[in-house]
């Protein structure tokens, strides 16, 4: 094992993410090593999430890479990630990150561990891991698209998902949920339905009320289930900050024909669960209802109900929904939140806390496989990262490569749903 070298080069450049969009790469050169990282961006954004750029956008981080960050991150070693990420919050100490901005701190974190594992000679999940063992998550895709993730006639609900409870290896979930996603665009077509593309993350868009989409996802499980012995599941991210509407004081479903208080929301969901036997439900209620996920949580015994917005991988907001009982699982983007440190610190919050965290990409992706690889250093039992597309798909490759790399130390995660 070479030891860690030093910082000799930050190169900083402007590329494209899935959706065309602009992104920030960034290069962390060393003396031996190159660590290369870019950030994803979401479409549907949490309040509370930092800010992906600052004020003029990705060439205004690029400005400030090159003025602010370089300075100071030449020199430094890789040999460990905190030291890096505690510069990046001393350079700007915003609580959003709005001189520098989330995507910029993100993709400088990243790299930075790339590049340290590199020198290392591991990988990066054992760069990153606190642990010995590696477990494998299972995959949560998205298979039917709506909301701000799609265009034309849509569902309402922005993701209904398929998710793997049981199977022997990682690549067998991930074959019988490209299997799913098929069988749907089969089922969808064979009630006389045009499908109307695929969304931001692959899923297929269609002309859809809720119940509907789930009749159809819940069908194309339990025939892929009998077909391959993986054990598949529902499950919906239902974003609904996006239906919120707060002059109405209501959730407003156009295509259902909904529209539903509080209350009416809290019920609704309920006999979704119930109806679908769901096992995951996120963003069920707008990200400031702390006391509706509660409730929910209460009374929905064997579903995971995650917040997303509602904690935007923040360790504050995580806390106070740790104290009100909301939720029992939490996304983890480490993008909203600036660097692999703070999101590994929300994670590990969230598993001592009982909490199940859920690593996710983002709707509009690069091709970068990391996210794998922090999945498995924190023995997350989920990961969310799609079903089909090259940038999707680049992840889910990867996690099969690292399966194979782990030989019989490899094992599935244990999860609860």
């Not at 205004?60 to 030449?74: G, T």
């Not at 010995?132 to 006639?153: D, F, T």
């Not at 900050?241 to 509080?262: F, G, H, P, Q, V």
Request: proline share 4%; hydrophobic share 40%; charged share 25%.
């Amino acid at each position: 094992m070479s030891a860690p070298s030093a910082i000799e080069e930050v190169r900083s450049r402007k590329i494209f993410d899935s959706r065309g969009s602009e992104a920030i790469e960034i290069d962390i050169v060393t003396e031996r090593t190159l660590g290369r990282s870019s950030a994803p961006s979401g479409a549907s954004k949490g309040r509370w999430e930092v800010k992906s750029y600052p004020d003029g956008g990705v060439d205004r981080a690029l400005e400030a890479v090159q003025r602010l960050i370089v300075p100071r991150l030449v020199g430094m070693k890789v040999d460990s990630l905190k030291p890096i990420d505690s510069v990046l919050h001393e350079i700007d100490p915003t609580r959003d990150l709005s001189t520098i901005g989330g995507n910029t701190a993100y993709a400088i974190s990243v790299a930075s561990a790339i590049a340290g594992a590199s020198s290392k000679g591991v990988p990066l999940f054992q760069y990153l891991s606190e642990r010995e063992n590696s477990e494998l998550p299972y995959p949560l895709g998205n298979v039917i698209g709506g909301g701000l993730h799609a265009k034309g006639e849509r569902t309402d609900i922005q993701e209904f998902l398929v998710l793997p409870t049981s199977s022997r290896t990682f690549a067998e979930a991930a074959a019988a949920n490209i299997k799913v996603h098929k069988e749907v665009a089969r089922l969808i077509e064979n009630r006389g339905l045009k499908l109307s593309g695929r969304g931001d993350e692959g899923a297929w868009v269609a002309p859809l009320e809720s119940e509907q989409a789930l009749e159809i996802l819940s069908k194309a499980c339990d025939e892929v289930s009998s077909q391959t012995g993986v054990k598949l599941r529902t499950g919906i991210d239902m974003a609904t900050s996006t239906l919120w509407n707060e002059k109405n004081n209501a959730y407003i479903y156009r295509r259902d024909d909904k529209r539903l208080d509080d209350g009416e929301q809290l019920e609704f969901v309920l006999e979704l669960i119930k109806e679908y036997k769901l096992a995951y439900v996120e963003d069920p209620f707008d990200e400031e209802s702390f006391d509706s996920f509660a409730e929910l949580t209460s009374k929905a015994h064997d579903t995971l109900i995650c917040g997303d917005d509602l904690f935007t991988t923040n360790i504050e907001r995580l806390d106070r929904g740790i104290r009100a009982k909301a939720a029992n699982a939490v996304i983890i983007k480490p993008n909203q939140v600036g660097t692999l440190s703070d999101a590994i610190a929300a994670a590990n919050i969230a598993k001592k806390a009982g909490y199940v965290p859920v690593v996710s990409h983002r709707s509009g992706e690069t091709c970068g496989p990391e996210i794998s690889h922090l999945a498995v250093a924190l023995q997350a039992p989920i990961i969310k990262l799609g079903v089909v597309g090259g940038e999707r798909t680049a992840k889910i490759n990867e996690l099969i490569r690292i399966e194979e790399s782990l030989g019989e130390k490899a094992k599935m995660a244990n999860i609860r749903a």
